[in-house]
């Protein structure tokens, strides 16, 4: 089911605080958990968060956002994994090509759970010198969850799972309008499957209106009786200005929120935020 409301408004180096974990509710999925984490604030133009799962459970997917350098600085990886028994989210936030002389920080939620039957981390990557789409189907199994990767300088302009027919993950990249951003551009969607869906699998769609106005976030929260496992993002219309801030996942509102603003260029036209978020009983 997709219920939409329109108009509402690999280990990388680690700098950040224990995770925290966090229990979910008893209605949500067996043994689902939440574990958090954030990185320092200061003025390194580069911010990594290696999220880990507790023992016995594995990543499907997960939320981000970046606190300061408004506009300047994206999210470039938001990728589910396991090395060596290590199963963790792996989170990148980077400026863009110009850089950003303030502070800033990135936080990260990774949504985990018991292993199911049939795990496994379906990828595909595109490369393009203007624009990637790719997309990463689970086949004959089912998608639980998902992630993506981008290139240097590079913007994810929408990413999430379909979870209908469609059965896979969706990345659109796009280059910063900055000047300086490196081509061509590569996106690597990661899909997240098993042999079966997970129970009461839904999605909730928001979209903020289409205007010119700087700054927009759409939140979606999961129906009652079911529990926030992921959160779908996009920018669309005339988006080629702004970038996401915040793929934000809310496990205590059962919620996501997308945030998109305008790079320091500024963007005149109409553009939109939406936000998804995949739910489960």
Same mark, same amino acid.
């Given at each position: 089911?997709?219920?939409?409301?329109?108009?509402?408004?690999? @280990?990388?180096?680690?700098?950040?605080?224990?995770?925290? @974990?966090?229990?979910?509710?008893?209605?949500?999925?067996? /043994?689902?958990?939440? =574990?958090?984490?954030?990185?320092?604030?200061?003025?390194?133009?580069?911010?990594?968060?290696?999220?880990?799962?507790?023992?016995?459970?594995?990543?499907?997917?997960?939320?981000?956002?970046? *606190?300061?350098?408004? /506009?300047?600085?994206?999210?470039?990886?938001?990728?589910?994994?396991?090395?060596?028994?290590?199963?963790?989210?792996?989170?990148?936030?980077?400026?863009?090509?110009?850089?950003?002389?303030?502070?800033?920080?990135?936080?990260? *939620?990774?949504?985990?759970?018991?292993?199911?039957?049939? @795990?496994?981390? #379906?990828?595909?990557?595109?490369?393009?010198?203007? +624009?990637?789409?790719?997309?990463?189907?689970?086949? =004959?199994?089912?998608?639980? /969850?998902?992630?993506?990767?981008?290139?240097?300088?590079? !913007?994810?302009?929408? =990413?999430?799972?379909?979870?209908? #027919?469609?059965?896979?993950?969706?990345?659109?990249?796009?280059?910063?309008?900055?000047?300086?951003?490196?081509?061509? !551009?590569?996106? *690597?969607?990661?899909?997240?499957?098993?042999?079966?869906? @997970?129970?009461?699998?839904?999605?909730?769609?928001?979209?903020?209106?289409?205007?010119?106005?700087?700054?927009?976030?759409? *939140?979606?929260?999961?129906?009652? /009786?079911?529990?926030?496992?992921?959160?779908?993002?996009? +920018?669309?219309?005339?988006?080629?200005?702004?970038?996401?801030?915040?793929?934000? !996942?809310?496990?205590?509102?059962?919620?996501?929120?997308?945030?998109?603003?305008?790079?320091?260029?500024?963007?005149? +036209?109409?553009?939109?935020?939406?936000?998804?978020?995949?739910? =489960?009983?």
């Amino acid at each position: 089911m997709r219920i939409r409301i329109i108009g509402l408004s690999i @280990l990388t180096v680690v700098a950040s605080a224990a995770a925290v @974990l966090v229990a979910a509710p008893a209605q949500a999925v067996v /043994g689902l958990t939440y =574990a958090t984490s954030v990185t320092v604030s200061d003025s390194a133009s580069s911010k990594s968060l290696a999220v880990a799962c507790p023992s016995g459970k594995v990543a499907i997917g997960g939320g981000a956002y970046i *606190t300061g350098a408004i /506009g300047s600085a994206s999210i470039r990886q938001l990728r589910p994994g396991q090395v060596l028994g290590f199963n963790f989210l792996s989170v990148i936030a980077q400026e863009d090509p110009d850089g950003y002389a303030g502070s800033w920080s990135l936080s990260a *939620t990774a949504v985990c759970i018991p292993p199911p039957a049939g @795990l496994s981390y #379906v990828t595909a990557t595109v490369s393009d010198p203007s +624009l990637v789409w790719a997309t990463a189907s689970c086949g =004959a199994q089912r998608i639980i /969850g998902h992630g993506y990767t981008v290139s240097d300088t590079a !913007l994810a302009m929408a =990413a999430g799972a379909e979870i209908d #027919v469609r059965n896979r993950a969706y990345l659109s990249v796009e280059p910063s309008q900055v000047p300086g951003a490196v081509t061509p !551009l590569t996106g *690597t969607a990661v899909a997240v499957c098993a042999n079966a869906a @997970l129970p009461g699998l839904t999605q909730v769609t928001v979209a903020t209106a289409t205007n010119s106005v700087n700054g927009k976030s759409a *939140t979606a929260a999961c129906p009652a /009786g079911t529990q926030v496992i992921g959160v779908n993002g996009d +920018l669309f219309d005339w988006r080629r200005h702004t970038v996401i801030d915040d793929l934000t !996942l809310n496990s205590a509102a059962n919620s996501v929120t997308v945030t998109g603003y305008e790079d320091q260029l500024g963007n005149p +036209l109409n553009w939109t935020a939406e936000a998804s978020a995949l739910c =489960a009983t």
